[in-house]
């Protein structure tokens, strides 16, 4: 059974289904009156809403006029109900977005210490997933209502504006945040947006993504920290910046990691680093035990704790926490396990 919707778009329901009813039942009304059904369709209409033609038809018998009067009255009643009903449903949604407003940019002002992901397609989807996984504290940015609904759906933080543009990134908090990642796929927007985040916060981490290999060299110049291609290197890299950015580059920031990641990746092996969320089966556990049902698979050689401390070569008896960075070695050749 076909439930009706709640709120104002029940009243704006019943309307609808109340006037389908009069219309439906006063123009069969007419037709067994002997009129043809499309000028008894006709009349109906501009009787309902008033409209003030010339009959089609003479009303001379007291059961046509009857009838019409009832048709005025029940009309005319039903479109004041389904005319408030729409303004009401419409006055609700705007409120709804206004007071969605007020409490996101209240949510925003409390944020200090936070990441700002400029764009939400593909790449910025991932970052957001990868940052609350590592318990990191952010805001999305991005121009289009349909990306930012569906980020929203997600339960992550949106606001809607131009992030090339000075006055959005205050809103959003640009002073107090420790990272910007712009992600947008488009280079040139890349770049005006480095060129103003760093303009307005000089300390700011800001992580952007090239689309193009030329552009590394005009985001490094435009204010950028790092610059990553997602066609070698993901979302779950920029995430590394992000949330562990000693780590991060501890693993590939040198020339002798990067010899390293490649003589493991030719016995093969990787080097990952990867944040443990909270609701992950990982979280609690000790190194010894995920390395048992791992079964050989990896093995975990640094730990970058949520405080910024960093253990290497750990105990196997540590325990890891939610937010963790795991260092960690895989087998190239056998599916990675997932901290999930």
């Known amino acids: 059974m076909t439930r009706l919707p709640t709120g104002p778009w029940r009243n704006l329901a019943i309307g609808l289904i ?5 219309i439906t039942l006063a123009t069969l009304a007419y037709v067994l009156a002997g009129w043809n059904l499309g000028d008894a369709f006709y009349f109906v209409i501009i009787t309902i809403f008033t409209v003030g033609y010339e009959e089609v038809h003479p009303i001379v018998s007291p059961e046509l006029r009857a009838l019409t009067i009832g048709t005025i009255v029940l009309g005319s009643t039903g479109v004041i109900f389904l005319t408030g009903a729409l303004v009401q449903a419409f006055t609700y949604t705007q409120i709804q ?22 764009g939400y397609g593909r790449i910025g989807e991932a970052l957001a997933e990868e940052l609350r996984a590592g318990g990191a504290d952010f805001v999305i940015v991005d121009l289009d209502e349909a990306r930012l609904t569906l980020a929203a759906a997600q339960g992550f933080p949106t606001w809607a504006g131009d992030a090339t543009t000075e006055a959005v990134l205050e809103e959003v908090g640009v002073h107090r945040a420790r990272a910007l990642a712009t992600v947008v796929p488009n280079d040139a927007v890349n770049v005006f947006i480095t060129l103003t985040a760093r303009s307005l916060n000089k300390d700011l981490e800001i992580i952007a993504r090239g689309v193009s290999p030329n552009t590394k060299g005009k985001l490094l110049h435009a204010g950028a920290s790092s610059v990553v291609e997602p066609t070698h290197i993901g979302a779950e890299r920029i995430a590394q910046l992000i949330l ?14 990067r010899a390293l990641a490649a003589g493991l ?20 556990a000790t ?16 730990i970058n704790r949520k405080n910024g401390e960093t253990l290497t070569r750990p105990d196997p008896s540590t325990v890891i926490e939610p937010g963790d960075g795991v260092v960690m070695i895989t087998r190239a050749s056998r599916s990675t396990p997932k901290v999930s």
């Open 97 to 118: 977005q206004l007071l969605g407003n007020r409490r996101m940019k209240t949510q925003i002002e409390k944020m200090s210490g936070h990441v700002i992901i400029c």
């Open 18 to 22: 109340y006037m389908l009813c009069v």
């Open 265 to 284: 990746h030719s016995l093969g092996l990787d080097l990952e680093v990867t944040a443990v969320p909270a609701e992950s089966k990982q979280a609690g």
């Open 287 to 302: 190194i010894e035990s995920i390395e048992r049902e791992a079964g050989g698979a990896m093995f975990i050689v640094a």
């Open 244 to 257: 562990f950015p000693r780590t991060a580059r501890y693993t590939e920031g040198t020339q002798r990691m």
